[in-house]
């Protein structure tokens, strides 16, 4: 049981009347719970018992005025029974006469003839008288012939009788009884004035005890019992889990393999109360809410009420939250980085009327590390920065109020360390070097003695190996075999067995092509290829087609200038002719001439 509380006494309500209890008080702190080997054995005092089953009443033959009464033990005694209470009563009298008997079995005399007594009994404790059985009565001198009962049929979820007696009757009373825990037997009363009876509701493959006696004109006549079994196999019983949520309400979650049925969730404050007269919610969901009264510890039970009476789960314990020990609302985070966390909540309940101190608690799961951190104030949206955090780690983290509540919680992943930038490779005659930006550079709270670790994956024989860590930002690789394409990593150099590690640089190299571009991410680079692949494509085809444009203009133009050439150089007389376009053709004696060189003297032609 949680008290919910930090004060030193607890009352335990919910306790069976005389049993042993072994007690141990576990002490809960903000962040440890304490266990201990003391223990106090107590032994709760004795109930009120049960009323006693069967009631027997015969007429004495010998001797007038006498009526032999008889009965079995109760159930539950919840004690020792000390003694038995016989009460008798003339018919429609309300004044009872009490006879004492140590024994099942007593006789009381000296009553009137041919008058009807009404008579009960009840057995004693040390706690007092307990429930009395079901009133029966007889006319002394009159002894009746017990009730004759036929089972006409038997299926899995019902049973059909047929009643019948030798004296005139007014009615039968039936009495069903079935037991599904050894200490709880259940019953139905019936009341038939026909000579056909059919139970229904019932459970396949229990047995069933069926209590017979006929109420005629002058008095009840003795008892028939008899047991039947139902057809079929006793279903299982369900499993029962409750939850509270509040101060007044219950969440009930029931697991069951069945088809789908009616439900009932049964409640009260003790086990007493929980059989005689229990709070009950039926529903065909097997989740459900249950609104309770106050804030008590309550007991649940849940059976199936329909199509037929099932067997009860096991108990389930719930104590209530009152107002002030409700948990935090809607823990959530709002912003993760690597080194810190933005939280949000709402307080328990809705505008409180002062301020309210909360506990975060913080638990690394990685490193097995606990802190805790307070904060007061009265807003209705709570928000805490959660700082010194670690880059690539796991937490626990929890809220509630200081005063040892329930507490609200979930877990934290923070951001790890980002990858490298820049990882390149050079290439010597038999080794390769990795070289990449150092992490300090971008990250402030990087330690360069922490340094970095260098996997490769290879392409053909599909296995990555680990080939060291360094505190430098390069790395000597040798021994690469030829043909074979390599995958290297880098990344910061993972702690505690590998739990904490920062993302890894991605490089890929063909020995045959030369490196690739390095990128963090196997998807990114796939991503950028998709990109640049086609830039690179069209821009290869127009430079390609503007070289082949320059290269047919720059043969046209070369053709053009040789036929001019020949066509006004004389390599005989080693002299050319110039003119304009219009005096192409005239002999014009006073037309410049350019004459008088060689072929190895340069032609400028301006």
Not at 279 to 293: G, M, N, R
Not at 373 to 385: A, I, P, Q, S
Not at 430 to 454: C, I, M, P, T
Request: hydrophobic share 35%.
């Amino acid at each position: 049981m949680d008290t919910h509380s930090n004060k030193s006494s607890y009352r335990l309500t919910v306790l069976k009347p005389d049993t042993t209890y072994q007690v141990k008080v576990l002490t809960q702190c903000l962040n440890k719970l304490h266990k201990t080997n003391e223990a106090i054995t107590i032994r709760t005092p004795e109930g009120f018992p049960d009323p006693p089953r069967n009631l027997q009443l015969t007429c004495d033959s010998n001797e007038d005025g006498t009526v032999k009464v008889s009965w079995s033990p109760p159930d539950n005694s919840h004690g020792l029974i000390r003694e038995y209470i016989v009460d008798y009563s003339e018919d429609e009298v309300n004044d009872w006469t009490s006879q004492r008997s140590t024994k099942n079995i007593t006789e009381v005399k000296e009553l009137q003839p041919n008058m009807l007594y009404r008579f009960r009994v009840a057995a004693v404790t040390s706690r007092g008288v307990g429930n009395w059985t079901e009133i029966k009565s007889i006319t002394p001198q009159k002894a009746l012939p017990p009730p004759v009962v036929k089972a006409t049929n038997i299926s899995s979820d019902s049973m059909s009788f047929s009643l019948s007696s030798q004296t005139e009757t007014k009615y039968y009373i039936v009495i069903v009884y079935w037991q599904f825990d050894s200490h709880v037997k259940e019953s139905h009363t019936y009341n038939i004035t026909q000579g056909e009876f059919k139970a229904t509701n019932l459970t396949a493959g229990t047995v069933y005890e069926m209590a017979v006696w006929a109420h005629t004109s002058i008095g009840d006549s003795p008892t028939t019992l008899s047991h039947y079994q139902t057809r079929g196999t006793q279903p299982e019983r369900p499993l029962l889990k409750v939850k509270a949520l509040n101060q007044t309400a219950v969440e009930c979650s029931i697991s069951i393999d069945s088809a789908p049925l009616v439900y009932g969730v049964f409640y009260a404050t003790s086990f007493l109360d929980l059989y005689r007269s229990p709070h009950q919610v039926q529903s065909t969901s097997l989740s459900l809410s249950v609104t309770v009264d106050s804030d008590e510890q309550y007991l649940f039970l849940a059976r199936v009420v329909s199509p037929f009476l099932g067997p009860p789960s096991d108990y389930a314990v719930v104590k209530m939250i009152p107002d002030e020990r409700l948990p935090p609302r809607n823990l959530h985070r709002v912003r993760v980085g690597k080194t810190q966390a933005l939280l949000k909540w709402q307080p328990p309940f809705d505008t409180p009327d002062g301020p309210l101190t909360y506990v975060i608690h913080v638990k690394d799961v990685i490193r097995k590390g606990e802190r805790d951190y307070k904060l007061t104030t009265k807003n209705n949206t709570v928000e805490y920065l959660l700082r010194g955090l670690e880059s690539g780690g796991r937490y626990s983290v929890s809220v509630r109020l200081r005063n040892m509540t329930k507490e609200a919680s979930f877990t934290l992943n923070t951001v790890p360390l980002p990858a490298p930038e820049a990882l390149k490779i050079l290439t010597e005659n038999d080794h390769v070097f990795l070289f990449w930006k150092s992490l300090a550079v971008q990250e402030k709270g990087f330690n360069e003695s922490r340094g970095y670790e260098v996997h490769v994956f290879d392409s053909v024989t599909k296995q990555t190996a680990y080939l060291g860590n360094t505190t430098e930002t390069y790395f000597r690789i040798s021994s690469l075999l030829v043909g074979h394409n390599y995958t290297f990593s880098v990344q910061a150099r993972c702690l505690l067995g590998g739990q904490l590690c920062g993302e890894p640089a991605l490089l890929l190299y063909n020995q045959q092509t030369g490196s690739r571009e390095a990128s963090h991410r196997d998807n990114h680079s796939r991503d950028m290829a998709s990109v640049v692949v086609p830039v690179l494509f069209l821009l290869v085809v127009v430079v390609g087609s503007g070289l082949v444009a320059l290269y047919i203009r720059h043969r046209r133009l070369q053709n053009n200038f040789t036929a001019f050439a020949n066509s006004h150089y004389n390599s005989r007389l080693g002299s050319a002719i110039f003119s304009s376009g219009d005096e192409l053709g005239d002999d014009d004696e006073d037309a410049p001439m350019i004459s008088g060189f060689s072929d190895d003297v340069p032609m400028v032609i301006a």
